[in-house]
């Protein structure tokens, strides 16, 4: 599960920025159209070919009267996964993104947003949703709610089951199976015997897996598969949605191998005439429909830009329309627009965060925040994973930022050549075409290009996902697993050619590594153990040594360096393990007593995790990463659209 919440649950906990949601809104009466006919036959799986690009600069915006905005709930810790179409309930996942026990269960919830009281639907100790993304969906009238729920029994695996919300009888539609990673429920038909589903599998690579958009029989939980997504089509975050008159689906998918863009399309309920109806370059997700299944609302992300857009789909045929932006500088995902014409959405707040930080003795201050973690810095410059699919290059001199997609980064660090010209990254096998233990590639910033350059493994042994590049780029130095964490020692892998160098041996019985770090003359590895000591050694194995001896917190990846004058080592160190509580400390590199770097939890918000740090060239600023507890906000925009209550 812990793979998959991280490919599905870090893009979800990177915004949540509240100053962009209390932005005023804008609205307006009038839409200009440009019509495109649907009735033709799509070509390429199902999918009209060639649409042509629309462009997010030139789309046209409301302007008008202010929508009020009103905060449903606050720093919430559950994940509201639906709103009944009359508004009146929501329905909540207490524990969206942790395994649940019997002390502290998992539960789903029903919360009157009137009364504000709460009713428990089911509970215990099986995690909340799969693959990732919590999953309930209210019936029409709102006496049903259908949801995923996993089998504590399986891993990654998730049975589908429909409760009765007045005295909570529950039946499982579909249960189960190890084969698979669950089928996710999206919607209901207008009369209440069919469920919209997306089904995830036959593996957990979802980057490598097809997705099926199906339809579920309540009566006995027969699947009929009417759309099916390649795996380059991202079908995971598909999201279809059923418009109210039951007649036709908009779902979210990627519109050409290879592309990094997310179009909108509209298809009829059996699959059929299916098109591409919002077409510009960026992210269009999260796609909702207007009470009349006029027009679809859909969140559209551009680099670091994300706005709120309208398509209109009518006569009673889907017929594509300019899209219109309702918001700009909109974050939040749209949850569903009531039959009052109220768009409900949420927004993220912490999750993976980033910060530059300076050293002061009373702990540091915080100089500024960056939109993604992981951060690796090479003179003025920042490298950083944003979302779950964006490396990011950020100058400090002006502030402008490049960015290279992928289908799925980590949250490790990439690694910078020292001419600036490209960065090494790890990427997990899911997003490389399910190679068993995942590989590094060069991500050239000139063209953009992500070109795999070796497995992580090799046919003899197993190595470390944590590499350091050598001081003249040609070589990346890995760790080569014997048992379990444990290292047995290092080996150099030609960045050029794949082949391994010489390799160097830890002392018997190995070290079990959680980080490592070369030293800035290129002659010393550092090793963050995972019991939290310190050991060098140079790369011909000599001058093995123990520079700091264990700690109660232990050691754990990124978060060690090298000062820049090589003379100390920076790491940090925390109370326990997962603590929150944590601060920097440096020992001389030939050993003695840690001194205090200035630098500690104390200029957190609220409180965070460490996972990574990077030291500016002088040392005086530190890029730090942190990973603190994921909150949902829900909030409601009273008439986004303001002709939607009359046009039902």
Not at 7 to 17: E, K, M, P, V
Not at 139 to 158: F, I, K, M, N, Q
Not at 456 to 482: C, F, P, W
């Amino acid at each position: 599960m812990r793979d998959l919440v991280q490919r599905l649950g870090i893009a979800l906990t990177t915004g949540g920025n509240r100053q962009t949601m209390a932005r005023r809104w804008r609205s307006a009466a009038l839409i200009a159209t440009i019509t495109l006919a649907l009735d033709a036959p799509a070509r390429s799986a199902g999918v009209a070919a060639d649409a042509a690009q629309q462009s997010a600069t030139a789309t046209p915006s409301l302007a008008g009267a202010s929508t009020n905005r009103r905060p449903v709930f606050s720093d919430e810790a559950g994940f509201t996964a639906d709103v009944s179409a009359d508004g009146r309930f929501a329905v909540v996942f207490t524990q969206p993104y942790g395994r649940g026990t019997n002390e502290a269960p998992s539960k789903l919830e029903i919360r009157d947003l009137s009364t504000r009281t709460v009713t428990v639907l089911q509970g215990g100790p099986s995690p909340a949703g799969t693959p990732g993304r919590p999953a309930a969906v209210f019936s029409p009238d709102a006496r049903r709610v259908v949801y995923s729920w996993l089998d504590e029994r399986l891993t990654d695996t998730g049975m589908l089951q429909v409760i009765t919300v007045a005295n909570g009888t529950t039946r499982t539609l579909i249960p189960a199976d190890p084969t698979d990673i669950g089928v996710v429920p999206h919607g209901w038909s207008p009369d209440g015997t069919s469920i919209l589903v997306l089904v995830h599998g036959p593996s957990n690579r979802l980057t490598s897996d097809p997705t099926s958009i199906a339809w579920v029989s309540v009566a006995d939980g027969a699947i009929r598969t009417i759309k099916t997504l390649e795996p380059w089509r991202g079908g995971v975050d598909a999201l279809p949605r059923l418009s109210p008159d039951g007649r036709w689906i908009t779902y979210s998918a990627v519109p050409r191998e290879g592309s990094t863009d997310r179009y909108i399309y509209v298809m009829d309920a059996n699959g059929r005439f299916d098109r591409a109806v919002a077409t510009m370059a960026g992210a269009s997700t999260s796609p909702v429909w207007t009470p009349d299944s006029s027009r679809i609302v859909f969140r559209h992300v551009l680099g670091n830009r994300n706005d709120l857009f309208a398509v209109s789909v009518v006569a009673g045929r889907p017929v594509a329309v300019a899209p219109v932006r309702l918001d700009e500088g909109f974050d939040g995902e749209p949850i569903r627009i009531t039959t009052s014409g109220a768009l409900f959405y949420r927004t993220y707040g912490g999750g993976m965060t980033g910060l530059i930080a300076e050293r002061a003795p009373d702990g540091g201050r915080v100089l500024q925040e960056i939109s993604g973690y992981g951060a690796a810095w090479r003179g003025n410059t920042l490298a950083y994973i944003r979302g779950d699919r964006e490396l990011v290059v950020r100058s400090l001199d002006t502030g402008g930022e490049r960015t290279y997609q992928h289908t799925f980064l980590p949250i490790f660090p990439p690694r910078l050549l020292r001419d600036g010209s490209a960065a090494i990254v790890y990427v997990f096998p899911g997003a490389d075409d399910g190679r068993p233990g995942g590989s590094f590639y060069r991500v050239d910033f000139g063209s953009g290009e992500f070109k795999r350059l070796f497995g992580k493994d090799t046919a003899e042994h197993q190595r470390s996902n944590i590499g350091v590049l050598s001081n003249d780029d040609r070589m990346l130095y890995l760790g080569m697993l014997a048992d379990g964490p444990r290292w047995s020692g290092i080996v150099g892998v030609d960045l050029a050619t794949g082949n391994e160098g010489p390799r160097v041996s830890f002392p018997e019985p190995g070290l079990a590594a959680a980080g490592m770090a070369l030293s800035p003359d290129g002659t010393t590895l550092a090793f963050h153990a995972a019991d939290g000591r310190i050991v060098t050694m140079r790369l011909d194995g000599r001058e093995y040594r123990e520079v700091h001896g264990p700690s109660a917190g232990g050691g754990w990846r990124d978060v060690m360096r090298w000062s820049p004058d090589g003379r100390f080592i920076v790491f940090a160190t925390r109370s326990a393990s997962r603590s929150s509580s944590w601060r920097l400390l440096r020992v001389a590199a030939t050993g003695g007593q840690p001194e205090d770097y200035g630098l500690d939890s104390s200029i957190l918000p609220r409180p965070g995790q460490l996972t990574s740090i990077d030291l500016s060239p002088d040392g005086s600023r530190v890029a730090v990463g942190v990973r603190t507890r994921a909150t949902f906000d829900v909030a409601v925009l009273e008439n986004p659209l303001p002709d939607l209550g009359r046009r039902r």
